[in-house]
């Protein structure tokens, strides 16, 4: 396959996780917003931690009121990480490589750009950015159903779903980092938006029958082994991804994005909460998220900037050459 | 009102129809008899309930092409009608020879003016046209192509005259599009018309992916092993993207954009998740101006950055070779009779549309005083821009055409207005005669071969000549008839 072709996949399903990740969060703190925040500064402290952790300070910038924030985060068109710009790279994404997509994939991304370009996704708004964030939210879900019920899982498939995971562990990284602030314990209504933005609340309950502790909710989404957004759960994915993309078996690697995804994968395996816990939710949450950039990095590198590739085979070309001229005279 | 009332309402209108001979009553042509019945049988539902099935069978498909000038380009069907063109074989087995007569000359002529230039020396092309022409590539003087082959893909227009005889309009001896269209259409009327189709023993196009294919394999520069083509394209913001995804499909080849490429040590690799793959044979759609931007043009991104350096050292090679706009050119096609008589000592099977060639004292005069009954166009432009019909033209038109011509004669032709054949097509009012023209693919690899017919292109506006899609143009498939 073309390297620009799996570039362009990867990428489309990562920011489609994105926009969905970034609704999910918004959803969720927009309503505590209501309950505990009722001023402007309590507003904008409110919303604090979680900028920080998306990255997304440039939504709340000085002067503006803090009540700007969600339509920032959802409608800005010039800061990459809002709504509207996750959906526009990924459908432009999805237009580089429209005849390798279904066309239904293609209809659904479209759509769902065209409703933004339209102002009609601002006209619900006006209504109540609940309903907006809910059929992002559902564009994503249709986007992973059909790309997992209407395309051949080859490696074209393979590609779109190592964005998927490795966005999704970032996701969760994010989330968690709501959680890991300096001053101040988390409270209850902290560890509810944490699980709720990571749609984990009833499995969480299922699990640990409502008891609500900053060690269960991080055990959970850092170790669970079966639930689809836990880091280990994403990063076992991604590990076999990249696996069925080279065809190297599982326990070997033959790139450097294997051999990260393997080692943090043993990491996460093998480590013991209470150990995480003591030394602070955020060296591991550190740890973790610097892991997964490289590993998107390294993604990049081994399929589609190929360095090495291009270093050896330069190589090659001019002792081919040398011998040539050799044997000329 | 059903098709067969509209029928009798037919009118020739004094233009050579396809069709039908007007001696007394209207009559159709014996190979187009059963078309002509299946028509008198056609009730308007069926018309309707086809047509919906072309146009989403084209949608499906992609078969799109992009109109620029819209917000972010915006996907059109390219106009399908119903009605098909038909030709005897007997026709086309005339058209066939002349118009494969013609790309051994146009090849021969190419491959002399970028060797020893024996045709301007012996005074028949001056070497003033040839060195003026805007896309003669010194760079090529001295290079031998691969097969000596230039011209692999040559679409060539044809349009017929008001007593039907085939006449050459152009040549389009660059990037020629169409083909897709020529493919689908013939798939779309097999579906809409499976009995007429099947009783009328037509010949098939499939072929046309794997002659193509074959033609760029037979260019492959290293013989060790299957050839590794690619079409070159120049991404998803060109008019004619989905053409290029469709042809890759059909042959099994990467569609590739110019950073899909990388030039090493002269030779050209694609980037893939499999590694680099050395890359023999690129059938580019993309203009020699773009190809490469350390040679040609500096500022474009489309191209690989040491293209020609590979081709020039015989690593890669390109379809169509690099200067074949030199025999596209409009200057060049007055000459074409004579190189056919020159290269191969025979006369030209095809003729041309007389041509006044504006760099002449004698043509320009004439043409300047003439203006009202001429169709002028530019030397080198394509897709039916740069174009005055003086019948359809306004005096302001006209005075500035005048202009354009003083001040660059070299770059206007003008040619007598040549009332194009009409074929009965399906419009808002009824079935009525449009003008329509044919452009046949040839190819030639190891052989030169042409999917029997072309595309047909038609003037859905009524009275107008121009049959781009661009300009307002439509497409009908065109049959080529075994029996007659």
Same mark, same amino acid.
């Given at each position: 396959?073309?390297?620009?072709v799996?570039?362009n996949?990867?990428w489309?399903a990562?920011?489609i996780?994105?926009?969905?990740?970034?609704?999910?969060?918004?959803?969720?703190?927009q309503?505590?917003?209501?309950e505990?925040a009722?001023?402007?500064?309590?507003?904008e402290l409110?919303?604090e931690p979680?900028?920080?952790?998306?990255?997304a300070?440039?939504?709340?910038?000085?002067?503006?009121?803090?009540?700007?924030?969600?339509?920032n985060?959802?409608?800005?068109?010039?800061?990459s990480g809002?709504?509207?710009?996750s959906?526009?790279l990924?459908r432009?994404?999805?237009?580089?490589?429209?005849?390798?997509?279904?066309?239904?994939?293609?209809?659904e991304?479209?759509?769902?750009?065209?409703?933004?370009?339209?102002?009609?996704?601002e006209d619900?708004y006006?209504?109540?950015?609940?309903?907006?964030?809910?059929?992002?939210?559902?564009?994503?879900?249709?986007?992973?159903?059909?790309?997992?019920?209407?395309?051949p899982h080859?490696?074209?498939w393979?590609?779109?779903?190592?964005?998927?995971?490795?966005?999704?562990?970032?996701?969760?990284?994010r989330?968690?980092?709501?959680?890991?602030?300096?001053?101040?314990?988390?409270?209850?209504a902290?560890?509810m938006?944490v699980?709720r933005?990571?749609?984990?609340?009833?499995?969480?309950?299922?699990?640990?029958?409502?008891?609500?502790?900053l060690?269960?909710?991080?055990?959970?989404l850092?170790?669970?082994?079966?639930?689809p957004?836990?880091?280990?759960?994403?990063?076992?994915?991604?590990?076999?991804?990249?696996?069925?993309?080279?065809?190297?078996?599982?326990?070997?690697?033959s790139?450097?994005?294997?051999?990260?995804?393997?080692?943090?994968l043993?990491r996460?395996n093998?480590?013991?909460?209470?150990?995480?816990?003591?030394k602070?939710?955020?060296e591991?949450?550190?740890?973790?998220?610097?892991?997964?950039?490289?590993?998107?990095?390294?993604?990049?590198e081994t399929?589609v900037?190929l360095?090495?590739?291009i270093?050896?085979?330069?190589?090659?070309?001019?002792?081919?050459?040398q011998?040539q001229?050799?044997?000329?005279? | 009102?059903?098709?067969?009332?509209?029928?009798?309402?037919?009118?020739?209108?004094?233009f050579?129809?396809?069709?039908f001979?007007?001696?007394g009553?209207?009559?159709?042509?014996?190979?187009?008899?059963m078309?002509?019945?299946?028509?008198?049988?056609l009730?308007q539902?069926?018309?309707?309930e086809?047509?919906?099935?072309?146009?989403?069978?084209?949608?499906?498909?992609?078969i799109?092409?992009?109109?620029?000038g819209?917000?972010?380009g915006?996907?059109?069907?390219?106009?399908f009608?119903?009605?098909?063109r038909?030709?005897?074989?007997?026709?086309?087995r005339v058209?066939?020879?002349?118009?494969?007569?013609?790309?051994i000359?146009l090849n021969l002529?190419?491959?002399?003016?970028y060797?020893?230039?024996?045709?301007?020396?012996?005074?028949v092309?001056?070497?003033?046209?040839?060195?003026?022409?805007?896309?003669?590539r010194p760079?090529?003087?001295?290079?031998?192509?691969?097969?000596?082959?230039?011209?692999?893909?040559?679409?060539?227009?044809?349009?017929?005259?008001?007593q039907?005889?085939?006449?050459?309009l152009?040549?389009?001896?660059?990037c020629?599009?169409?083909?897709?269209?020529?493919?689908?259409n013939?798939?779309?009327?097999k579906?809409?018309?499976?009995?007429?189709?099947?009783?009328?023993?037509v010949r098939?196009?499939e072929a046309?992916?794997?002659?193509?294919?074959r033609?760029l394999?037979y260019?492959?520069?290293?013989?060790?092993?299957?050839?590794?083509?690619?079409?070159?394209?120049?991404?998803?913001?060109?008019?004619a993207?989905?053409e290029?995804t469709f042809l890759?499909?059909?042959?099994?080849?990467e569609i590739?954009?110019?950073?899909?490429?990388?030039?090493?040590?002269?030779?050209?690799?694609?980037?893939t998740?499999?590694g680099?793959?050395?890359?023999?044979?690129?059938?580019?759609?993309?203009?020699?101006?773009?190809?490469d931007?350390?040679f040609f043009?500096?500022?474009?991104?489309?191209g690989v950055?040491?293209?020609?350096? =590979?081709?020039l050292? #015989?690593n890669?090679?390109?379809?169509?070779?690099? !200067?074949? @706009?030199?025999? *596209?050119?409009? +200057?060049t096609?007055?000459?074409v009779?004579?190189m056919?008589?020159?290269?191969?000592?025979?006369?030209?099977?095809?003729?041309?549309?007389?041509?006044?060639?504006?760099?002449r004292?004698?043509?320009?005069?004439?043409?300047l005083?003439n203006l009202?009954k001429l169709?002028v166009?530019?030397?080198?432009?394509?897709g039916?821009?740069?174009?005055?019909?003086?019948?359809?033209?306004?005096?302001?038109?006209?005075?500035?055409?005048a202009?354009?011509?003083?001040?660059n004669?070299?770059?206007?032709?003008?040619q007598?207005?040549?009332?194009?054949s009409?074929?009965p097509?399906f419009?808002q009012?009824?079935?009525?005669?449009?003008?329509?023209?044919?452009?046949?693919?040839?190819?030639?690899g190891?052989?030169?071969?042409?999917?029997?017919?072309?595309l047909?292109?038609? =003037?859905?506006?009524? #009275?107008?000549l121009?049959?781009?899609?661009?300009? !307002?143009? @439509?497409s009908? *498939?065109?049959? +080529?008839l075994?029996?007659?």
């Open positions: 396959m073309l390297s620009r799996a570039d996949l990867y489309m990562r920011h996780e994105r926009a969905e990740g970034m609704s999910r969060m918004i959803q969720v703190r309503g505590l917003a209501l505990y009722h001023n402007e500064e309590q507003l409110f919303w979680l900028l920080k952790a998306l990255c300070e440039w939504a709340c910038e000085s002067g503006e009121p803090a009540g700007r924030v969600v339509r985060l959802i409608f800005s068109e010039a800061a809002s709504i509207f710009s959906i526009s990924a432009e994404n999805a237009r580089m490589v429209r005849d390798q997509l279904s066309e239904e994939l293609w209809v991304l479209n759509n769902a750009y065209l409703f933004f370009r339209s102002g009609e996704a619900l006006r209504q109540g950015s609940h309903q907006l964030l809910e059929k992002v939210i559902r564009f994503s879900l249709v986007f992973q159903g059909l790309s997992d019920a209407a395309i080859t490696e074209g393979r590609f779109l779903s190592l964005g998927k995971y490795l966005e999704r562990a970032d996701l969760t990284c989330m968690l980092n709501t959680l890991n602030l300096p001053a101040k314990r988390p409270t209850r902290d560890l938006s699980l933005g990571c749609v984990a609340l009833s499995a969480y309950r299922e699990k640990f029958h409502g008891n609500l502790s060690r269960n909710v991080a055990g959970f850092l170790f669970s082994k079966s639930f957004r836990s880091v280990r759960f994403c990063l076992e994915h991604t590990d076999r991804n990249l696996h069925a993309i080279s065809e190297v078996p599982a326990g070997n690697f790139n450097e994005a294997e051999r990260l995804t393997g080692a943090a043993a996460v093998f480590t013991d909460l209470d150990n995480v816990l003591e602070g939710l955020g591991i949450l550190l740890e973790l998220q610097s892991t997964l950039t490289k590993i998107g990095q390294e993604v990049f399929y900037l360095p090495s590739e270093k050896s085979l330069e190589k090659r070309l001019l002792v081919e050459r011998e001229a050799s044997q000329q005279q | 009102m059903n098709t067969s009332a509209q029928l009798l309402e037919y009118a020739v209108e004094g050579f129809d396809e069709m001979v007007e001696d009553g209207l009559r159709a042509r014996p190979h187009y008899q078309i002509h019945d299946r028509l008198n049988r009730t539902e069926e018309i309707m086809r047509r919906q099935q072309a146009d989403s069978s084209f949608l499906e498909r992609g799109t092409f992009t109109v620029y819209e917000e972010g915006t996907e059109r069907i390219f106009p009608d119903l009605i098909p038909v030709i005897p074989e007997s026709e086309w058209v066939e020879s002349g118009l494969k007569q013609r790309i000359a002529f190419l491959n002399d003016v060797h020893e230039g024996k045709i301007i020396k012996d005074g092309v001056p070497e003033e046209v040839v060195r003026s022409s805007r896309h003669f760079d090529m003087s001295g290079f031998s192509v691969p097969r000596e082959v230039y011209l692999h893909v040559c679409g060539t227009d044809l349009i017929r005259d008001d039907g005889n085939y006449l050459v152009e040549d389009n001896a660059r020629p599009s169409g083909a897709s269209y020529l493919l689908e013939r798939e779309i009327m579906r809409a018309f499976p009995q007429t189709f099947g009783g009328m023993s098939p196009v046309y992916p794997d002659l193509l294919l033609a394999e260019l492959a520069p290293r013989d060790s092993q299957k050839p590794v083509c690619v079409l070159l394209s120049p991404g998803v913001y060109n008019s993207y989905f290029h890759a499909r059909q042959m099994g080849i590739v954009e110019g950073k899909d490429l990388i030039c090493l040590d002269s030779r050209i690799f694609m980037r998740t499999r680099l793959v050395q890359v023999d044979v690129i059938y580019r759609r993309l203009d020699d101006d773009f190809l931007p350390s043009r500096k500022d474009s991104l489309l950055p040491g293209l020609m350096n =590979a081709y050292s #015989g890669v090679s390109l379809a169509n070779a690099v !200067g074949t @706009g030199v025999a *596209d050119d409009k +200057v096609y007055a000459y009779p004579d056919i008589r020159y290269y191969l000592n025979e006369d030209a099977i095809l003729q041309n549309v007389p041509t006044y060639l504006c760099w004292d004698a043509d320009r005069s004439h043409v005083e009202e169709v166009k530019a030397a080198n432009e394509s039916g821009y740069g174009m005055l019909i003086g019948s359809d033209s306004t005096s302001e038109q006209r005075e500035n055409f202009r354009l011509i003083r001040a004669p070299r770059e206007y032709v003008a007598p207005i040549v009332s194009l009409r074929h097509t419009c009012e009824g079935i009525c005669g449009r003008h329509v023209d044919l452009r046949p693919f040839v190819l030639y190891e052989d030169v071969e042409i999917v029997p017919g072309g047909t292109r038609v =003037a859905l506006r009524q #009275g107008s121009v049959v781009n899609s661009s300009q !307002g143009g @439509g009908k *498939d065109t049959w +080529v075994k029996d007659f």
